[in-house]
């Protein structure tokens, strides 16, 4: 999620062929309802509205089921930690 224009999206979408939509959040609308703000930046420094990396998992209906974030942009979750989350919301029912 990203406070970047569409066009920009769309350009690094088309350019990655990602085959997915990048999510923009202009006004840090949703970033700040996830609670993922990094509050490193005051609004009207140029980095204000990045969020904390992560990744959410987001069921069919529209739940978030899964959220992994971290403070810092040089950590990520660890893949296997995610898998392994999903893996056991899938024998839960999820």
């Known amino acids: 999620m990203t406070y970047d224009s ?3 999206l769309v350009e690094f979408s088309s350019a990655q062929n990602l085959g997915y939509p990048l999510l923009q959040d202009v006004d840090v609308v949703h970033v700040k309802a996830f609670g993922i703000l990094n ?3 005051e ?3 140029r980095g204000y509205g990045i969020p904390h990396p992560g990744v959410f998992y987001v069921s069919a209906d529209g739940v978030i089921r899964l959220k ?4 810092g942009y040089r950590e990520r979750p660890p893949f296997q930690e995610i898998y392994d989350a999903l893996l056991a919301l899938d024998d839960h029912g999820g």
């Open 6 to 8: 569409r066009e920009i």
């Open 39 to 41: 509050d490193q930046y």
């Open 43 to 45: 609004p009207g420094h």
């Open 68 to 71: 992994f974030a971290v403070s």
